[in-house]
């Protein structure tokens, strides 16, 4: 599969929202279907844009995929600290997965860690069932990090957030 990594054009927010919320509803990665309010995050890709590096996998001049990249601990980063970036809302459409997108996605992420001034690491937040990502994530060189492993909405939830990081 041929695949090109890009920054989100504009006209591309609407479709990667999409792919975004239709990832995580159809993994049931969100406790409350479509009423969950972290789905409106998921799909508000100009909210990120503006705060954070938003990337879209295309194949075929159609967006596939995308990530959100957030440079040494931005306003988007949940976990990152001084000298880390983070890697935030990975998500491949259903039918584009097994092809490359996710793996080329982070890739693309570790390339701007690396070129970002001061970096060291790379980290991020993932859920217990995301057993793709976590194939792509340790194949990259990513480790567990279980010591900030954290919960998102504790008054909600007991979800426990994986974390992972990358030394550069």
Excluded at 7 to 31: H, K, M, N, R
Excluded at 129 to 151: C, K, Q
Aim: with cysteine.
């Amino acid at each position: 599969m041929d695949i090109v990594i890009r920054q989100v054009e504009p006209d591309e927010y609407e479709a990667l929202g999409e792919i975004t919320a239709q990832a995580y509803l159809q993994d049931g990665l969100l406790d409350f279907g479509e009423s969950d309010e972290y789905l409106g995050e998921l799909k508000d890709v100009a909210k990120r844009a503006a705060a954070a590096e938003v990337l879209v996998a295309v194949h075929s001049g159609r967006v596939v995929g995308g990530v959100t990249f957030v440079p040494s601990g931005g306003p988007m980063a949940d976990i990152a600290g001084p000298g880390e970036a983070e890697i935030r809302m990975l998500a491949v459409s259903r039918e584009a997965r097994g092809r490359g997108a996710g793996e080329a996605l982070v890739r693309a992420c570790v390339e701007r860690a690396r070129a970002t001034d001061g970096c060291v690491r790379i980290v991020l937040s993932s859920q217990r069932t995301m057993h793709s990502a976590h194939r792509i994530y340790e194949r990259l060189g990513f480790v567990r990090t279980p010591e900030r492993d954290w919960n998102p909405i504790p008054h909600l939830s007991d979800i426990t957030l994986l974390t992972y990081e990358l030394t550069l």
